[in-house]
């Protein structure tokens, strides 16, 4: 399925794809009870509906060369699931992106802006002033409900948030035609390294298609926009020199998922060489904090102690210690806020190329690497409970026995310089949760029904 079609999602909800694999097995089996006579006419009423939808139908090849989607005039639209278009929310539109902030501002199209990142990144740069229109498909890889509460907060710091997919060109030419984007911050995508056993097909989808897709648009736009989007620290893979540096190899990727950004980089370089993009990919290290995302190991643990039940910790093959350098939410907005506001203007207009333009890729870590082990040990001390703790070999799932950043990088060219340590950063990413998910009696927010059960890990 191409990136151009408008109606696949980006992310396809985990529990619909597992629900049409056993529909679909078992349409299958009962076709084995069909005669060949029938089975004969039934394929040829088949073929005939298909040519007479293939005559008829809109999205015929003949008809999507001719009419482009700038061209195509409706007064609001559905895509996905979720409606946009209309007066009052192009009104929305215009005005969430308007820049307050002068002579500096900048106006950013946020991607996955109901995410962890995405919510953080784009409140901080409604507060410095600049104009955030955020795009989030709301898919439900994890409890959408925590992606309604950010939403909720997003619109209290005055951003607009459209629902639709980053896979959906339609939408995405529309937003470019209402605004001239001077940015995209692009954290839209299917993260986790374990779940692409699960659906590799989602991984392909967002990362991959999702991110041309959202290029393609850019390096359409009359002005076209800098990018500044994730990577991942993932992308080292097996790579065993440390702490891990952007000189280092990048090609052995232990995971689908590891490998999806990967090749989003290199399609980053494409995209710079022939359009003159300006492109800053981030290698983001295992992100956390308040607001996280449900399917991290620091939230399922967190979760699953206060529950009192068992978690699972995995361990190297000789008893190796697992690692990573864990990095504080605060300080990944801080470099992604510090990468907008380095990138240099793409070169191109309107699909050609003027010059070179910038290419960029940086460590974003905490540069101290903590065991799981000592992980746990941080979030007992800050619950007061102890954790019922089950040591397994690491599975063969895709996970790294550890992650290190060297961000010597960032610091020389963004001013990158993380301040919170793993102890203080889960002091609020604990308190955060203890409000958040709080019994009914406790918890204001749980009276208007936000709480409950987190989980889609
Ligand atoms: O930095 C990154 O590139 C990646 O960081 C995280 O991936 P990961 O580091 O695997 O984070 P978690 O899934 O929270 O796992 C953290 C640690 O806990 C361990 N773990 C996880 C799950 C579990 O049940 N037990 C356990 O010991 C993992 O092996 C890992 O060492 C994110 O989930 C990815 O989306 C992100 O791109």
Aim: proline fraction near 5%; include cysteine.
């Amino acid at each position: 399925m191409s990136y151009m079609d408008g109606a696949v999602p980006s992310i396809p909800a985990k529990f619909k794809s597992e629900k049409s694999y056993h529909h679909h097995h078992h349409r299958f089996l009962r076709w084995h009870h069909f005669s060949l006579p029938k089975l004969l006419t039934l394929s040829f009423f088949a073929a005939a509906i298909l040519f007479a939808f293939f005559l008829i139908s809109p999205h015929s090849s003949s008809t999507v060369l001719r009419s482009s989607p700038t061209t195509e005039r409706r007064s609001l639209r559905t895509s996905s699931s979720a409606a946009w278009g209309g007066p009052e929310w192009e009104k929305h539109v215009r005005s969430s992106a308007r820049i307050r902030r002068r002579p500096f501002g900048i106006s950013v199209l946020v991607t996955g802006a109901a995410g962890f990142v995405g919510t953080h990144a784009s409140i901080a740069l409604r507060r410095r002033g600049d104009g955030v229109v955020g795009l989030d498909n709301f898919n439900n890889y994890y409890d959408p409900s925590l992606k309604r509460a950010r939403q909720a907060l997003l619109s209290k710091s005055g951003v607009f948030l459209v629902e639709g997919d980053i896979n959906d060109a339609l939408l995405l030419s529309k937003l470019f035609d209402l605004v001239t984007f001077t940015h995209v911050l692009h954290l839209a995508a299917q993260a986790g390294v374990r779940y692409a056993m699960v659906n590799p097909g989602s991984y392909v989808r967002s990362n991959v298609a999702g991110l041309v897709s959202i290029l393609e648009a850019a390096r359409s736009a009359t002005s076209q926009p800098a990018i500044v989007w994730a990577s991942s620290s993932s992308v080292y893979g097996l790579n065993t020199q440390v702490p891990f540096s952007e000189s280092h190899r990048t090609d052995r990727p232990a995971s689908l998922y590891a490998a999806s950004k990967k090749a989003g980089e290199e399609i980053a370089h494409v995209y710079n060489h022939i359009y003159g993009l300006s492109i800053t990919g981030l290698r983001f290290f295992t992100v956390y904090g308040p607001w996280g995302r449900p399917d991290m190991a620091y939230f399922f643990f967190t979760r699953d102690i206060l529950a009192g039940k068992p978690i699972t910790i995995f361990e190297g093959s000789d008893g190796a210690t697992i690692a990573r350098d864990f990095t504080y939410i605060d300080d990944i907005v801080q470099g992604c806020l510090a990468s907008l506001d380095t990138a240099q203007k793409s070169t191109g207009s309107g699909g050609t190329k003027q010059g070179p333009a910038q290419l960029r890729v940086f460590n974003l870590g905490n540069t101290s690497p903590v065991p799981v082990v000592e992980l746990v040990a941080i979030l007992e001390r800050h619950l007061k409970m102890k954790a019922k703790r089950k040591v397994v070999k690491m599975p063969r799932n895709g996970d790294v026995q550890f992650t290190h950043a060297n961000t010597s990088l960032a610091k020389k060219e963004l001013g990158y310089h993380p301040t919170t340590n793993l102890q203080t950063g889960l002091k609020k990413f604990v308190k955060w949760y203890l409000t958040y998910y709080a019994p009914p009696s406790r918890s204001y927010l749980n009276k208007k029904g936000r709480g409950g059960s987190s989980t889609s890990s």
